[in-house]
């Protein structure tokens, strides 16, 4: 048995990467997660490439710094713009995105062969799930969509109710496209299932939560460096701005209590 106790480095731009520590809690619970949430330099979905490339070489090697055996990018957005970047850099550990993964999924959920995507303006733009489907399977039609205010609702909290109903209804009312699966290509998205399944309530919802949670167990398996010790992983998070604000609303996202996270000046 193998107990590799060191922890997995996931990061995102602020809260929305909660929703894969919360699929990894639940898939590998005896591994130690540490979290981090750039809160200051959020949205990254609207940024240059070059900014977000150096954001997420800044994080990569902080957590690398606090000795985690993988990273994981729990952002779609950063996976688009920085994935080869961080593999190249850090060649020492693995380093996955989160569109490979749930591009692999959604390709073994569609029957029609047409998938929508939809995620921040930078994602969509990056074309990154297009290549991912087509590289799967060349006769997948890929729709895509930006819905850039999902993000901001988000980071609010405001995950029900009357304004953000109208917002997917805006986007996504006309968004149809004979599509049977549809990506819900940021990692923040998954918070918004509920209102998003009432406007497409016939379409498949894949969320990169699940399906990286998934690949990220065939890598620790892989690579060996799985944590085989039966005792519950901690959870440590860090941020660049707000952690109380993040401890709050971070506790409502993953449904447990988030320990204090730690303020991240500089790296
Ligand atoms: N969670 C990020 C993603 O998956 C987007 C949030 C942002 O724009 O910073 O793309």
Same mark, same amino acid.
């Given at each position: 048995m193998i107990m590799d106790k060191r922890p997995i480095g996931v990061f995102d731009s602020g809260l929305g990467g909660l929703t894969v520590v919360k699929a990894l809690k639940k898939l590998l619970p005896n591994e130690s997660i540490l979290y981090f949430g750039d809160t200051a330099r959020l949205p990254y979905g609207v940024k240059s490439k070059d900014l977000v490339i150096q954001y997420s070489n800044q994080i990569a090697g902080f957590l690398i710094k606090k000795n985690a055996k993988m990273i994981i990018i729990a952002c779609n957005t950063a996976t688009a713009m920085a994935l080869k970047e961080l593999e190249n850099n850090f060649?020492?550990?693995?380093?996955?995105? &989160?569109?490979g993964p749930s591009s692999i999924q959604a390709s073994l959920e569609s029957i029609n062969k047409n998938i929508g995507v939809i995620g921040t303006i930078a994602t969509i733009k990056s074309n990154a799930y297009e290549s991912a489907l087509k590289s799967i399977d060349k006769n997948i039609n890929v729709f895509s969509k930006d819905c850039p205010l999902f993000?901001?609702? &988000?980071?609010?909290?405001m995950v029900e109710g009357e304004a953000i109903n109208l917002i997917v209804e805006h986007y996504l009312s006309s968004f149809r496209n004979d599509i049977d699966t549809m990506i819900l290509g940021c990692t923040h998205y998954p918070l918004l299932e509920p209102v998003i399944k009432k406007?497409?309530?016939?379409?498949k919802l894949v969320d990169s939560a699940s399906a990286v949670a998934k690949y990220a167990n065939d890598i620790l398996n892989d690579c060996k460096i799985k944590n085989g010790y039966n005792k519950e992983g901690?959870?440590?998070?860090?941020?660049?701005?707000?952690?109380?604000?993040?401890?709050?609303?971070?506790r409502i996202f993953l449904g447990e209590t988030i320990k204090e996270p730690q303020l991240v000046n500089e790296f």
């Open positions: 060649k020492d550990i693995p380093i996955i995105g &989160v569109i993000v901001p609702f &988000v980071e609010e909290g406007y497409v309530s016939d379409i901690s959870l440590e998070c860090f941020v660049t701005d707000l952690p109380r604000q993040f401890e709050k609303l971070g």
